[in-house]
């Protein structure tokens, strides 16, 4: 495994060497979308503000993806990238003159040498340096404002955004090194909130443990952080935080990243408070994650693992007096995906959800997921490079099981257990991987080790 310093900023001589190659490869991803697409240019806008309604405050700014998978820029609103196939990609640097708000530094980082920098002071400069012939460029974001646009027609042309949402599922070598970096940074978040957790700490102070450990305000987090102790960790996208400590202590789930220069991790890991009987399923939980962690290799269909996932966490369920029979019964009569209705996992990246995971080919053609599995957000067959999560989890969610009563799965199911479990909510464990040609990279317990 590649080691890395735990140097986050843009100053990393290890990023700066690798940026080069990734902005190579972007380019050549942009050349082939615009020869597909019979466009000359793509102008690729970092996006706008948006201002809360009826109010003159400003939601927290997220960057366009397209934007910063070109550049660790993501706070560079209202900027524009041009890529003209055979020149130098120009980067539209707007530092606004403005004493209300905080303004951008002067350009300055590895990236700069792969730019044609312009830097412009007022929305009206930026159209000089756009290419005069805007008919034959396409535009790539989110435009709500036309003045944005710059009288570009094609926006998000289906021909050309195809491609490369299609190519984001590969990383770069520079793109794996961030994350890398961003696995470090998760893992010592998770550390601090372990801590927090064992001091009998609110979910709310954990979570501020968290953010201190990771060095992001709750906007730069790539996601809103799940902090969930006790019956909470049922709800799978749980996020209101208590400010008070629950009276007594049974367990804790916390799903929570880091990000560098735009690019996440997505971990997730769950604790016993005292519970031997719980701390046991977790144990079980670790096993069978790693199983399925084993099984990751290129040319894997994720949709089989997703299915041979329920079948392992039946086998957890039943070893762990959940519930009976045998995990194929199970899995036909719908008991694992009431324990389980979530997917395995999803590609990651400049977004933690990150696009592509249902495209076949960069055509736009879409493969379905599993039949009676409709939550799964990847069903591309893996390739090298490529960097997912994978997160069975195990829940007490009562509207889902009493959807098993009165049927042929009611009898498969142990209720006391299910009682017994109940107070704890659940359990998941999550962690990054990289797929290589006969295995996977896990970067999230190489984090974890790095940091013990």
């Known amino acids: ?101 905080p303004v951008p530094g002067q350009p300055d980082g590895y990236w700069t040498g792969q730019f044609d920098v312009r830097v412009v002071h007022t929305i009206d400069d930026i159209a000089a340096h756009l290419p005069d012939d805007r008919d034959k460029c396409i535009l790539i974001g989110e435009i709500d404002d036309e003045s ?34 961003a696995s470090r940074r ?29 060095s992001h305000a709750d906007n730069e987090l790539p996601y809103s952080n799940i902090v969930a102790l006790n019956a909470h960790s049922a709800v799978l996208h749980y996020t209101d935080m208590d400010r008070e400590p629950p009276s007594e202590m049974h367990s804790f789930l916390i799903d929570a990243g880091g990000q560098v220069h735009g690019y996440a991790s997505d971990i ?48 957890v369920l039943i070893e762990a007096g959940i519930a009976n029979g045998d995990p194929d019964t199970l899995l036909a009569t719908g008991v694992s995906s009431a324990f389980f ?5 999803h590609l990651l990246g400049v977004q933690v959800h990150d696009v592509g995971g249902f495209m076949e080919n960069e055509n736009g053609s879409t493969i379905d997921p599993p039949s009676g599995h409709p939550f799964l957000r990847l069903t591309r067959e893996l390739e090298p490079n490529m960097m997912l999560t994978v997160e069975p989890g195990i829940y ?25 479990l109940r107070p704890f909510g659940g359990v998941r464990i999550e962690d990054n991987v990289r797929v290589t040609a006969d295995g996977c990279e896990n970067m999230t317990r190489d984090a974890f080790t790095a940091l013990a």
């Open 148 to 181: 944005h646009t710059f009288g570009i027609e094609r926006v998000n042309p289906t021909s050309a955004v195809n491609i490369l949402h299609y190519a984001r599922g590969v990383k770069t070598e520079y793109e794996l090194a961030c994350m890398r970096l």
């Open 186 to 214: 998760g893992a010592a978040g998770h550390y601090a909130a372990e801590g927090a957790f064992r001091d009998g700490r609110s979910e709310f102070e954990i979570h501020r443990a968290y953010c201190k450990a990771v």
């Open 268 to 315: 997730t890991r769950t604790y016993s408070y005292k519970d031997a009987r719980f701390a046991e399923l977790i144990e079980r939980m670790d096993t069978a994650q790693l199983d399925i962690v084993s099984r990751i290799r290129a040319g894997a269909d994720y949709r089989d693992l997703h299915v041979e996932t329920h079948r392992i966490l039946a086998a």
């Open 1 to 101: 495994m590649q080691r890395m310093s735990n140097d986050y900023s843009d100053k990393n001589p290890e990023l700066g060497h690798l940026y080069p190659a990734h902005v190579s490869a972007v380019c050549a991803r942009h050349d082939h979308a615009l020869e597909n697409s019979g466009a000359a240019h793509a102008v690729i806008f970092s996006g706008c503000p948006k201002t809360v309604f009826l109010d003159d405050q400003l939601y927290p700014f997220k960057a366009n993806a397209h934007f910063v998978s070109w550049a660790p820029l993501t706070g560079l609103p209202l900027s524009y990238i041009v890529h003209t196939p055979g020149e130098t990609p120009r980067l539209i640097y707007y530092l606004p003159h403005d004493y209300w708000h």
């Open 396 to 420: 007490v969610i009562d509207m889902l099981l009493e959807n098993l009563r009165g049927t042929q799965a009611e009898n498969h199911v142990n209720w006391d257990g299910v009682d017994w």
């Open 341 to 345: 209705p979530h997917g395995l996992g």
